[in-house]
């Protein structure tokens, strides 16, 4: 019973907090000068993190995994501390001014979120295409083929826009047309198709930037809850100073 | 020729913040300069001028001697605190006029409400970090003299009562900051999200900007524990805003990554 308690006060603190958010700066604090002194990370982007993590060696690992363990602990001590000051201030006036830290939180345990799942099964690949090209998704079952590239120079031969045509086959059938275009992906079956390079002369190509990320909406919804919470609680705060 | 020109607006704006050391409103004349040479040279480019570190030197100078104007409404002795501003000011517009001006057009990736708001917000978060950083200084240089002289202060508040109000302010300015750095991150997560298809890159930048975030959070909470109020709060906003130097030049400069200059 006495060991529970001391669990449920551990988490239930805001010293724990402050421990985790310093043990969290120190980690990545160590990582900021591991990660530009090893070549092994330009791999990261191209394939989910705990895939990458398991093959590589603790040397220059050690303070990812160490911050994964920290945010797990985090997000224990995250609920604990929310939901606390829910059940204690329940019966305050400022309604609004007790939910919108607990909104912030919500927020970033949904990025937390968003990052796990892109850790599991992100992806991303690169491929050189021309008009006519067709590129096999990873999921084995679609085609991309580059139906046309139209590339826009100025006077200086600086490239002022882009627009390239892409064809969906899957099962010898066509299935979708769309449009790639700057800022404008092509976003199909969970997978986002960017034109990460062009080339322009002696024959119009592109270099085709493949990813998957499923922690994006999640992403975007964290991202959402931070910023009305963080937003509520500013305006909040003004008004009660005036 | 009118590029020249632009660069003696920018030359005489390091002058008015570095006189307004012994003339305050000078600092104003600076600050309205700084105005004029970022519209005039976005008149130049046909965009928004916040590429490359002279652009954004001079935008976040621009920022700090702006948000400094309504901080320093609520001092009553607030030459010190200014002082401190128009010193910072001439600083970085010093390092922005020896910095690169990067006046190629942009590629059209870059040309999107998502990646303009994300540096606009970006700099603005970054000025006012470095408004509680000089409410910080401030703090530390005047909380002695403070104690000192038989616990009332220049303005004739007693010495606990300016205490708390310059940490409340370098609070505020550290919680607006905080929000739109926030802001900053997501905006510029979305823009990754069209342009490349990732939200986050393992990148030095990236793991800065995660730092410099994560060191604020520390502050914000940090401030909530009566033993963090005071001397430890007024440290914390130095030390931010190095993190904040560091992340903004000394990663672009030094490291590879998506924000390389």
Known sequence: ?242 | MYNNLLMWILAFSFAFYLFALWKRPLMYVGLVLQIVYIFSRGAELGRLPLVGPHDTLVFMTASIAAFAIPFSLSLKDRSEFLSGVSVTAAVFTAFAMTAKQHNAPLPPVLKTFWFESHVVLAFMSYALFAIAAILGGFYLLRSGKADIENQKDAGGETASKWKSSVEGLGYRAVLIGYCLFSLSMIFGGIWAYLAWGTYWLWTPKELWTSILWGFYSFYLHARLRKWWSGKPMAYMGIIGFMVVIFTYLGVSLLMKSSHSF
């Open chain 1, 1 to 242: 019973m006495n060991v529970f308690r001391h669990i449920t006060n551990f988490f239930f603190s805001l010293r724990t907090t402050l421990w985790l958010l310093g043990l969290m700066l120190l980690l990545m604090f160590a990582g900021a000068f591991v990660m530009p002194g090893s070549k092994e990370f330009q791999m990261l982007h191209s394939i989910p993190l705990f895939d990458w993590l398991k093959n590589q060696n603790l040397d220059i690992t050690w303070w990812l995994w160490g911050l994964i363990g920290i945010l797990a602990v985090m997000t224990v001590n995250t609920l604990f501390c929310s939901v606390e000051s829910i059940v204690k201030k329940s019966k305050v006036t400022q309604w609004l001014l007790m939910i919108s830290p607990q909104i912030i939180h919500i927020g970033f345990l949904f990025m937390l979120f968003a990052h796990l799942l892109s850790a599991a099964g992100a992806s991303q690949s690169q491929a050189v295409a021309m008009e006519g090209t067709v590129v096999k998704l990873s999921d084995n079952a679609t085609s991309m083929r580059i139906k046309d590239i139209n590339i826009s120079l100025d006077y200086h031969g600086y490239v002022t826009d882009w627009k390239v045509g892409v064809e969906y086959i899957s099962e010898g059938r066509l299935f979708h047309e769309d449009i790639i275009r700057p800022n404008t992906p092509s976003v199909l079956r969970g997978f986002n198709i960017n034109v990460k390079d062009m080339r322009a002369y002696p024959s119009e190509a592109v270099l085709l930037q493949i990813n998957r990320e499923p922690g994006a909406l999640w992403a975007l919804i964290g991202g959402v809850l931070f910023m009305a919470g963080i937003i509520t609680l500013i305006l909040l705060k003004i008004r009660m100073e005036k």
